[in-house]
């Protein structure tokens, strides 16, 4: 293991999503990464098969770790409450909020990531291009510098991640990386509730710094 690279824990949230697991979740499990890493699957209380698909992905792979949220009131938030469980379980130096429905276009993509954690950085924004497996990453120094696209894309009851069309001037992007010790301030701009004025300015915001950066 190279102690000079970053480590990763990659954390995502599935429910009733098996025949995803088994079609996508091998490409983050088998990513060719010298200073290894592991995979956080949180499963919200899914009725399909999950739970049987997980066990034995953990069989083959032993980096895969999973962990189970029970069904909670209905004014829980589900979802950020999922990923907080990850970042509680993660035990390296970084954290990436992904999805199941998104693999890695490659088993670079680590070592990809990797190459923008060096100095100051303490956020990353990635956004992969379907068509030709490109992935491009966005940095932040810190958390703050990301709050206005973070809570456009993961506001509440948006599909803030879906679009075909100029995806990194929108802020559609397709996973979170972030200091592990950050992990839970980032959390805090999930699900959040934002619509008129506020969408508004963020929008604008948003594309007016992804224009320039």
Known sequence: ?????????????????????????????????????????????????????????????????????????????????????????????WVVFTDISTPPPSSQWLAELSASTAGSVALILGYVNRKTGVVRLQTFETVDDARRLISKTERRKANGHKGRWLRYLRGKYDFVAVHRADGHEALKLFERDIRGSSLLACNVGTLMHNLFH
């Open 1 to 93: 293991m190279d102690s000079t690279l970053s480590t990763f824990s990659i954390i995502m949230s599935v429910c009733d999503d098996a025949s995803l697991i088994e079609e996508n979740l091998p490409a983050f499990l088998e990513q060719e990464y010298e200073a290894g890493y592991e995979v956080i699957v949180v499963d919200e209380s899914s009725t399909d098969n999950t739970a049987d698909v997980l066990k034995l992905q953990k069989n083959e792979h032993p980096n895969l770790y999973t962990t189970f949220l029970p069904r909670p009131n209905r004014l829980v938030n589900r979802p950020r409450l999922a990923l907080t469980l990850g970042v509680k379980a993660a035990k390296n130096d």
